[in-house]
């Protein structure tokens, strides 16, 4: 059976993706799961916490480990306020709140962690800590536990390398916040088991997520892909145009938010500590005034203290500090363009490295991780019905100036061949060289 994609309106052709994206090639149908009905969380920060309530939610108890008990405390009273918030809105009856939280324990000790079945790490996002985690964690945890890490794009890999099993560690990338946003990007690292990959989709489904499964590389598929808009959309700003002109473009086409309202709202110091240089100047002169994004009530933009968001002077003085630029603009169109041109690259780039399963994932990563407009069918839907020729003739022109968007060459070849991108099978995901389900 192998019905044309792209013959599917919008709604269909995302309902048919998201069925789609549920399936493992490869994967034996009669294949056993791994028990799962204990979880164990490390890190009570934005995420752990986010993480924990999608299972305390669903039935299933969790024990959260922290290095300190302030920290834990905290955590635990934003989960708290979270399930009261809720149902304060009448989500569900208020005596929910206290049996979700009953659900919930909470230790100083990794070692309260050794009966779990499934351990997710969310601690800093740093390989090395993540590595001493996994080595702590492998001397302790029960066998057969998965053993998953919550890391927005290090290399699961060599996390996995930190233990003596493998086969039993996978990435589990939620996003924030995680007891909201449906995506879950389920990383198939090198040697893991295919019960470990098909135990961590039956999850996603009974804690109502929807999972993608991705291979490992810098940012998996939606990061990866968001990193390369971003570099354009900061190009833009060394041309002299505003932040809130570039949003405003991406909101007109129909995302929820500009990438610039998207930092400001993820907190621009991520990855940034005082005096660092991180390839980003805007941002750390931004950072370096403080101005962190909404949570220091400024970042791209200023913030009222009922934080509406309100283009600022000083930002727009920073920028023009660092770029030396004088203020530009471009038609909304062109900015779309500009920044849809890179992920539809670097999606054929993900494909090509056999870092995902089928061109429907990457459109239900970004319709439900990223705030892509449904209506739009995604990135490659987009893309497909623009046409491989169009998106080529206008690629080549834009690297004439920046050789950042030399086309991909399965954009070309579509182009000169023909065939739908949503149609496209190079190969899959593949690990060690491999297509999984198959055996050397
Ligand atoms: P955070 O700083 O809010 O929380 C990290 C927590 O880990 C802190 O509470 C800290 O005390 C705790 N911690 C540090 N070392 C520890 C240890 N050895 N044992 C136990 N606890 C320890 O960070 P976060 O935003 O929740 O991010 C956590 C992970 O999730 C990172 O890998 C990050 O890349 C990833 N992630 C973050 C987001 C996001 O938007 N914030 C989204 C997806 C994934």
Redesign the pocket.
């Known amino acids: 059976m192998h019905n044309s994609l792209s013959k599917l309106a919008p709604a269909d052709y995302v309902a048919e993706a998201t069925r789609r994206a549920g399936q493992v090639d490869g994967l034996d149908p009669a294949g056993r799961l791994r028990p799962l009905d204990s979880v164990g969380i ?7 916490g986010g993480i924990a309530m999608n299972f305390a939610t669903a039935g299933i108890p969790v024990v959260i ?4 008990q302030e ?1 834990l405390e905290r ?1 635990l009273a934003t989960v708290r306020r979270n399930y009261r918030n809720s149902a304060d809105k009448g989500r569900f009856p208020q005596e929910e709140v206290e049996k979700r939280m009953a659900r919930i324990s909470a230790s100083l000790e ?1 070692e309260a962690l050794a009966g779990c079945d499934l351990v997710i790490e ?4 740093n390989l090395d ?2 590595k001493q ?1 996994f080595a702590r964690l492998d001397a302790i945890v029960k066998p057969g536990a998965i053993l998953a ?6 290399d699961v890999d060599a996390i996995a390398s930190a233990t003596g099993r493998p086969e039993d560690v996978i990435g589990l ?4 916040p ?1 007891n909201v946003m449906k995506l879950l990007e389920i990383v198939r690292a090198e040697h893991t088991q295919d019960d470990v990959v098909a135990t961590s989709m039956d999850l996603a489904r009974r804690i109502g997520k929807i999972a993608v499964l991705v291979g490992v590389c810098h940012g998996f598929v939606g990061n990866r892909m968001l990193a390369a808009r971003r570099e354009q959309a900061n190009k833009l700003l060394f041309k002299g145009l505003a932040p809130w002109d570039i949003d405003e473009a991406i909101v007109g086409f129909g995302f929820k938010m500009g990438p610039y309202q998207m930092s400001d709202l ?1 907190g621009l110091d ?1 990855g940034w500590s005082s005096g660092a240089k991180t390839g980003n100047p805007i941002r750390d002169a931004l950072c370096e005034l403080d101005r962190r994004g909404q949570k220091t009530g400024a970042g791209y933009y200023d913030y009222d203290a009922g934080r509406n968001r309100l283009p600022s002077e000083v930002a727009a003085r920073v920028i023009r500090e660092v770029t030396g630029a004088e203020p530009a603009s471009l038609p909304a169109e062109e900015i779309v363009e500009r920044l849809m041109a890179p992920m539809i690259n670097e999606a054929f780039r993900i494909l090509e490295e056999n870092k995902a399963q089928r061109p429907s994932d990457i459109d239900v990563v970004w319709l439900n991780g990223y705030g892509f407009p449904p209506g739009r069918g995604g990135p490659m839907y987009y893309a497909d019905q623009l046409g491989a020729a169009r998106i080529l003739a206008r690629m080549e022109e834009l690297a004439a100036e920046d050789p950042a968007f030399a086309p991909a060459a399965t954009l070309r070849r579509l182009a000169t061949e023909g065939g739908s991108f949503l149609d496209l099978d190079l190969g899959g995901l593949r690990t060690g060289g491999k297509r999984q389900g198959e055996t050397a």
């Open positions: 490390i890190g009570a920060g934005t995420m752990g480990v922290e290095t300190r920290a955590g990794l969310a601690v800093y996002e800590l993540k985690i890490t919550n890391t927005s794009a290090l990338h939620f996003f924030s995680a993820a991520i």
